[in-house]
């Protein structure tokens, strides 16, 4: 069996077809729609792609329009917006059997000295071989993985590894605070392209960060009360990083109103300096 993190090399690595236009693929899985995450990053390789390799990206804006069927190849079309002396910009539109399903915008920038310098610390930066594999803590609960996350543990890309301790009940929930903290890392080796390294984060950035949201109204591991999507996803990159080496995702929920939930992440190195900034905004629907 290949190992995930080739795998997601392998998802990452884009074919193109024309001079702006690429097509990746999208596994078949058993999920009602294709994995944000995987979209965001393809998307981000493609950007990435038309610009020069001296110019990492800095930041991305982007918008889930529709669902993506799993199994279904897509086409991403990138928009040479502007190629500066410091600033480059792209825009991606993916499509699907005709339909946009996802956009994005991405800015990169050609490195510079700064000014200053200064960031929040780490509230988490604890030990995370210290910690439980989420697998685990799931096995240990239930005394076996169901067969669907048991199939899902044997694909996943990155080992998972939360903080906190797994909450399973709606006592333990009630009154909780909005916040969750993982510590992430892919589970082999990915390379040394650092846009595969950023992409790899972009993918992962989506996995667990509406999590926050729910925290406080159910627990994270078993059945939902709620239908979930994303529905838009900022990310602002500080420093370079390495996506197979630990990175602590540090995620809390501002706000909950209206059918919507927005939950704002900072990612880590072991040694607390501050490497990304996530934004993102999901939407709720009791099933």
């Known amino acids: ?32 729609r294709v994995f944000g995450g995987q979209v965001a990053g393809q998307a981000l390789v493609a950007a990435g792609r038309t610009v020069d390799e001296d110019r990492p990206v800095h930041s991305l804006h982007a918008y889930f329009l529709r669902p993506g069927r799993p199994g279904v190849p897509i086409v991403y079309q990138v928009e040479r917006v502007r190629d500066g002396r410091s600033f480059t910009t792209r825009r991606v539109t993916a499509v699907q059997e005709g339909r946009t399903i996802f956009n994005l915008t991405a800015s990169f ?24 594999k989420l697998a685990d803590e799931i096995r240990d609960h239930l005394g ?3 067969e669907a996350l048991e199939r899902m543990a044997r694909r996943q890309p990155f080992d998972i590894r939360y903080v906190d301790r797994l909450r399973w009940t709606k006592d333990e929930v009630k009154d909780a605070d909005p916040r969750s903290a993982v ?3 892919a589970v082999g080796p990915l390379g040394d392209d650092p846009l595969v390294h950023t992409c790899a984060v972009t993918y992962a950035s989506d996995m667990t960060l509406l999590d926050a949201v729910r925290i406080p109204v159910e627990p994270l591991w078993g059945p939902r009360g709620f239908d979930m999507a994303s529905l838009d996803h900022a990310m602002w990159f500080h420093r ?16 909950a109103t209206g059918g919507r939930g927005l939950a704002r992440g900072r990612i880590y190195d072991r040694a607390g300096r501050m490497l990304v900034s996530v934004v993102q905004e999901g939407l709720f629907r009791r099933v």
């Open 240 to 255: 370079p990083f390495r996506a197979d080496e630990w990175f602590l995702y540090e995620q809390e929920s501002p706000v």
């Open 183 to 185: 510590w992430m890392r």
């Open 144 to 146: 076996a993985l169901p």
């Open 109 to 132: 920038h050609l490195p510079e000295p700064g000014a200053f310098e200064h960031q929040l610390p780490p509230r988490h930066l604890v030990d995370p071989e210290t910690l439980p």
């Open 1 to 32: 069996m290949t190992n995930p993190a080739d795998r997601l090399v392998d998802l990452l690595d884009l074919e193109r077809i024309e001079v702006n236009i690429f097509r990746g693929r999208s596994p078949q899985e058993s999920l009602q």
